[in-house]
C-alpha cells in the first residue's frame, strides 16, 4: 500500500510523544532510533504519520484532536502515549497498542466502539491488559514480549485497516 496524502488518509498513526523530563543520553537516543523504525514500518502499512517532532511545543490531547477532525480518517492507531489519549474516542475506528488503562477509560462504552477497538499488550502493560480486556473483545496479549512495535503487528494492522 503507498503512502497517501494527508488530505486522503484512510490510516493516521500517531507514534509516541517524548515525555520524559531529565532523560539520560542513551534514553533519547534510544527512542530516536526507534521512532525512525516505526516511521518506516508505519509508511510500508500507509497513512499519514506523525511523530514527536509533530508534537513538539504542542498539547499532544490538542494536536491529535485537530488532526482527527481536520481529516475523518477511517482508522487511527496509537502507540503508547497516544493510544492512551486516543481509547476515550468514540465513533472512531481504532488500533490502540500499550496504551494506559484506567476504569474511567471503561465507562459508557458503546457496543460500537467495542467493535471499532483494536488492542495490543506486551507483558510491560499486563495489568491494563487485564483491566481493558474486561470490557473490549478485540484484544490480544503478548507476554514473551516487553514492547511491541508496529513492525512486529503490521500483518495484523494491515489486515484490520483492509476490512
Given at each position: 500500500?503507498?503512502?497517501?496524502?494527508r488530505?486522503?488518509?484512510?490510516?493516521i498513526?500517531?507514534?509516541?510523544?517524548w515525555?520524559a523530563k531529565k532523560p539520560a543520553?542513551?534514553d533519547q537516543?534510544?527512542f530516536?532510533l526507534?521512532?525512525?523504525?516505526?516511521?518506516?514500518?508505519?509508511?510500508?502499512i500507509?497513512g499519514n504519520?506523525?511523530s514527536s517532532?509533530d508534537?513538539?511545543?504542542?498539547?499532544?490531547?490538542?494536536?491529535?484532536?485537530?488532526v482527527?477532525?481536520?481529516?475523518?480518517?477511517?482508522?487511527?492507531?496509537?502507540?503508547e502515549?497516544?493510544?492512551?489519549?486516543?481509547?476515550s474516542?468514540?465513533r472512531?475506528k481504532?488500533i490502540?497498542?500499550?496504551?494506559?488503562?484506567t476504569l474511567?477509560?471503561l465507562?459508557?462504552v458503546?457496543p460500537?466502539?467495542?467493535?471499532?477497538?483494536?488492542?495490543?499488550f506486551s507483558?510491560n502493560?499486563?495489568?491494563?491488559?487485564?483491566?481493558y480486556?474486561r470490557?473490549?473483545?478485540?484484544?490480544?496479549?503478548y507476554?514473551?514480549q516487553?514492547t511491541?512495535?508496529i513492525?512486529?503487528?503490521?500483518t495484523l494492522i494491515?489486515?484490520?485497516?483492509?476490512?
Amino acid at each position: 500500500m503507498q503512502a497517501m496524502s494527508r488530505q486522503q488518509s484512510e490510516v493516521i498513526f500517531f507514534l509516541p510523544y517524548w515525555n520524559a523530563k531529565k532523560p539520560a543520553l542513551e534514553d533519547q537516543t534510544g527512542f530516536m532510533l526507534s521512532e525512525m523504525l516505526e516511521e518506516d514500518e508505519c509508511m510500508n502499512i500507509g497513512g499519514n504519520v506523525y511523530s514527536s517532532s509533530d508534537y513538539y511545543q504542542k498539547e499532544p490531547k490538542d494536536f491529535i484532536r485537530a488532526v482527527i477532525r481536520k481529516q475523518h480518517p477511517q482508522w487511527v492507531i496509537g502507540v503508547e502515549n497516544t493510544a492512551t489519549i486516543l481509547i476515550s474516542y468514540k465513533r472512531q475506528k481504532k488500533i490502540l497498542i500499550n496504551p494506559t488503562v484506567t476504569l474511567d477509560d471503561l465507562n459508557w462504552v458503546t457496543p460500537e466502539t467495542i467493535r471499532d477497538t483494536y488492542a495490543f499488550f506486551s507483558a510491560n502493560y499486563e495489568k491494563d491488559y487485564e483491566m481493558y480486556s474486561r470490557v473490549y473483545k478485540n484484544v490480544a496479549f503478548y507476554p514473551a514480549q516487553k514492547t511491541l512495535f508496529i513492525g512486529e503487528l503490521s500483518t495484523l494492522i494491515g489486515g484490520i485497516v483492509s476490512e
